[in-house]
C-alpha cells in the first residue's frame, strides 16, 4: 500500500502539484489516521471496541492545499468515508431535523447521528466554518454522538478552532463544542506562505469576450485547474432568505450574469458573496443599457462589492469593459466600474487577492 507522502510525490513528479513543505509536514498526521483505521479489528462478545484514532483540524489561509491534502486522504482510504463541504452537510442535518420533527420524533439528533455513524467511519469536512446561530446550537451533541459512535472527522477551516462563531450570540453556549473538538481531534496549521491558486491564475488571461465557444472552454479549464472537477452547492444565509450558488469548491464559486443580477439581490446578498468567495466565475455578462437597466445597476453593485473585497473575478463578457455600457442613464457612472474591472485583470490585482493569507 503506498504511503501518503508517495502519492503525494507521485503528483508532484506528474505536474498535478507543486511540492510544499507545509503540505508535506501535515501528511504524517493524515497516514497516522489512515494507518490507525487500517488495522484489523480484534472482535469478540466481551471485547470492548478500541478507541477511534483522532481526527485532523487543518487550518489556514486559504488556497494553501488544505482541500487538496483531505482529498488526497479519502481517495487513499479503504475504509467508507463521506466528504462533504462543511455548509452542506448541516444544510442535510437541518432538513433531516424538520422531517423528523414532522414526523413526531422530538429530538431528532440522536436518529440523524446514528444515520450518519451507520453510513461511514470516516466524515471529511471542507471548509469548517459557523456563522449561524442555528448551526451553533446542534454541532456540540450533534458531534459528541458521532465520535461516541467512533466516527473519525477530518476537517479543514480558515480558522483555529478557539474562533469559530467568533461573536456569535450566545457564544458561551457553544463553548463546549470547541472543547470537544479539541480532544478528539489534533489541531495542525498550514502554515504556508503560497496561494497555490493565485500561482494557477498567475497571469492567466480572466476576462473572456466575445462570449462564444472558445470563452467558454477557456473558462471551463481554468475551473477545472481550480476545483479539480470537485464541486457541492453553497447556500448563503442573508436575513432570513437563502441565496444559492449551485457550482462551489474551496472559496471558488461559478454563476451565470442572471442568477446574481437578473434576481432581486443588494448589496447586503453580494457582500455575503464576497465574505465566503474568493474566486467568482461569472459567466455570460451581456450587453448593457436602457433595456436591462436594473441587472446593469446590480452589477454595477456587485462589481463594487467584489473590488472593495478584494475578490478574484473571471468573466465571459459580451464586450471588453469600457464598451459594456455605451448608452442609456448610467452609462457615464459606469467609467468606474469599467476601470475596476480593468483593474482586476492585472497581475497586481491577483497579488492583493490572495495576499496576506486572506
Not at 478552532?161 to 453556549?173: M, S, T, V
Request: glycine share 6%.
Amino acid at each position: 500500500m503506498e504511503t501518503l507522502h508517495q502519492i503525494y510525490d507521485a503528483r508532484v513528479a506528474s505536474g498535478q502539484i507543486k511540492r510544499d513543505d507545509a503540505q508535506l509536514a501535515a501528511l504524517p498526521e493524515l497516514e497516522r489516521i489512515r494507518e490507525e483505521l487500517a488495522k484489523p479489528v480484534k472482535r469478540g462478545f466481551f471485547r470492548k471496541a478500541p478507541e477511534p484514532p483522532k481526527g485532523l483540524y487543518l487550518w489556514g489561509g486559504v488556497g494553501r492545499g488544505k482541500s487538496m491534502l483531505m482529498d488526497l486522504f479519502v481517495d487513499a482510504l479503504d475504509e467508507p468515508a463521506r466528504r462533504v463541504h462543511f455548509h452542506a452537510f448541516m444544510q442535510e442535518i437541518h432538513s433531516e431535523m424538520h422531517r423528523l420533527r414532522n414526523d413526531g420524533v422530538e429530538d431528532p439528533i440522536k436518529p440523524i447521528a446514528k444515520s450518519v455513524s451507520d453510513a461511514v467511519r470516516v466524515l471529511a469536512f471542507d471548509e469548517m466554518q459557523i456563522t449561524d446561530i442555528t448551526d451553533a446550537m446542534i454541532v456540540g451533541r450533534l458531534f459528541e454522538q458521532l465520535f461516541e459512535a467512533g466516527c473519525v472527522v477530518v476537517t479543514t477551516s480558515n480558522r483555529i478552532p478557539d474562533e469559530l462563531y467568533k461573536d456569535g450570540l450566545n457564544r458561551q453556549l457553544f463553548l463546549p463544542f470547541i472543547d470537544l473538538l479539541k480532544d478528539k481531534m489534533v489541531v495542525k496549521e498550514l502554515v504556508s506562505e503560497r496561494d497555490h491558486r493565485q500561482d494557477r491564475l498567475q497571469g492567466a488571461q480572466v476576462y473572456f469576450t466575445p462570449v462564444n465557444s472558445d470563452s467558454r472552454a477557456a473558462i471551463n479549464a481554468l475551473w477545472e485547474e481550480l476545483t479539480h472537477g470537485v464541486e457541492e452547492t453553497l447556500t448563503l444565509h442573508v436575513k432570513g432568505r437563502e441565496i444559492e450558488l449551485p457550482r462551489y469548491h474551496n472559496g471558488v464559486a461559478r454563476a451565470k450574469f442572471f442568477d446574481l443580477c437578473g434576481k432581486m439581490l443588494g448589496p447586503g446578498d453580494y457582500l455575503k458573496l464576497a465574505e465566503n468567495v474568493r474566486v467568482l466565475i461569472l459567466e455570460d455578462i451581456p450587453q448593457l443599457s436602457r433595456r436591462n437597466f436594473n441587472e446593469a445597476k446590480r452589477f454595477v453593485t456587485l462589481i463594487d462589492t467584489l473590488y472593495e473585497a478584494g475578490t478574484c473575478l473571471i468573466a465571459s463578457a459580451a464586450a471588453r469593459p469600457e464598451m459594456l455600457y455605451v448608452e442609456g442613464t448610467g452609462s457615464f457612472e459606469f467609467e468606474r466600474t469599467a476601470s475596476r474591472l480593468r483593474e482586476m485583470q492585472s497581475a497586481d490585482w491577483g497579488a492583493k487577492a490572495f495576499g496576506d493569507g486572506a
